[in-house]
């Protein structure tokens, strides 16, 4: 019981820092970008007004050599971000694989194994997208973009078949979070370091470092919004655990960098571009269909397609026959106590170990075991099947009643 207080406390101390650190860095780098690109854009010195004067700021390529410019690309923060972030998925995800990382309808891997090719991932997704960054093809960055884009699909995929939809999501938003974090480790900073001191030695800056310096920065601003939107998946299940989750975590990608591609073309003076609006409200809603297509209902309001045998014969059960099922499917981690090892509270505080709170819960039901098969954890063998959901499907379609 004192690990498992414990291990709450830590995990929301870790949370906390994973989110300011995140706030810090991302907020900062947008704001630099913005700069930078209007700088650029305009080819002149920018004034900024802020609450207790204005700012003069200019733009130099060749330093004073007695000046003492420092590295800029806010490397503690990104690098919190990423050492937070690594806790929280070791504390949670790790520690707990069998519940959140396995799903053995998928394969059968135990959770070290599980925890093992998560791990390499990490390494696995960086190697390959700084490869495709550095690769001699003589590819424009157009041809380069789309190439780790394909990659990045690929890797979404092979996600959505060894983990858990909920791991999946996880493991792809951390791959990608790892390429964030790296490109400020391994080529914003050390870049940053070899021009400084080419210009305190009165050498030329190397253009060449400057150029991948800016390729990995606007790759950070592109995925940003996806890496967001991956870690508060969490949450929704509609958006992970459905059949076609790598096509939403895809278009994920696919939102985020137009809604992103709109802000930097404004900044570099191209003008309002509103068609990237348009494309993003377009591979919103491919998700949205995406996640009830594969969601394996024929309306979210009545049961799963593979059910649909058993739902004829578990039309409007009694209470009794739901109750029975939530109490032997689900209440051994949704109680009071939680029987199940290492939980000391029930999982997000939901209870449903009394009829009241079953019925308080009715939608919380629905979104996890029958409009998807989020819960129970697929990598445990609860004996939840297809007959039992479609008896909760039909429950609910009769008004969730506790008759």
């Not at 809603?285 to 009830?292: G, Q």
């Not at 019925?359 to 996890?368: E, N, P």
């Not at 998807?372 to 445990?380: E, K």
Request: glycine share 6%; hydrophobic share 55%; aromatic share 12%.
């Amino acid at each position: 019981m004192t690990w498992s207080l414990l291990q709450d406390w830590l995990d929301f101390g870790l949370r906390w820092l994973h989110v300011v650190a995140a706030i810090f860095w991302v907020g900062l780098a947008l704001g630099f970008l913005r700069l930078n690109l209007n700088l650029k854009s305009s080819r002149a010195d920018v004034w900024r007004a802020a609450d207790d004067g204005f700012f003069h700021i200019s733009r130099d390529m060749n330093a004073p050599a007695d000046s003492q410019p420092q590295i800029g690309w806010f490397r503690w923060e990104a690098y919190v971000v990423w050492l937070s972030g690594f806790g929280l998925m070791s504390l949670q995800y790790f520690l707990h694989a069998d519940l959140y990382l396995v799903d053995l309808r998928l394969l059968p891997m135990s959770p070290p194994q599980a925890v093992g090719v998560a791990l390499a991932g990490l390494a696995v997704g960086w190697l390959v997208y700084d490869f495709l960054c550095k690769a001699p093809f003589g590819w424009n960055e157009t041809t380069r973009r789309a190439a780790i884009f394909v990659f990045l699909v690929a890797v979404a995929y092979a996600c959505s078949r060894l983990f858990s939809g909920r791991g999946a999501f996880l493991e792809f938003g951390a791959i990608l979070g790892t390429i964030m974090a790296a490109n400020v480790a391994h080529v914003l900073v050390p870049n940053q370091r070899k021009m400084l001191a080419a210009v305190r030695a009165g050498a030329p800056p190397d253009e060449k470092r400057f150029a991948a310096s800016r390729q990995r920065a606007l790759h950070n601003n592109y995925l940003a919004p996806s890496v967001v939107f991956l870690m508060l998946s969490n949450h929704y299940p509609l958006a992970f655990a459905g059949r076609y989750n790598w096509i939403v975590a895809s278009l994920a990608l696919i939102a985020g960098a137009s809604a992103r591609h709109f802000f930097i073309a404004r900044h570099r003076g191209q003008g309002d571009l509103w068609w990237t609006w348009g494309v993003a409200a377009m591979a919103a809603a491919a998700m949205v269909a995406a996640s009830t297509l594969g969601s394996g209902c024929d309306c979210p309001l009545i049961a799963p397609r593979d059910a649909t045998e058993a739902l004829a014969a578990a039309v409007a059960p009694r209470f009794a026959q739901v109750e029975a099922i939530v109490a032997a499917r689900c209440a051994v981690c949704h109680a009071r106590e939680p029987a199940w090892s290492g939980l000391a509270a029930p999982p997000k505080g939901v209870r449903l170990d009394t009829p009241a709170f079953i019925r308080a819960h009715a939608l919380d039901i629905a979104r996890q075991a029958v409009w998807t098969r989020a819960m129970p954890p697929p990598g445990v063998d609860t004996g939840m099947n297809d007959t039992d959901r479609a008896r909760l499907a039909a429950w609910l379609k009769a008004g969730a009643t506790l008759d």
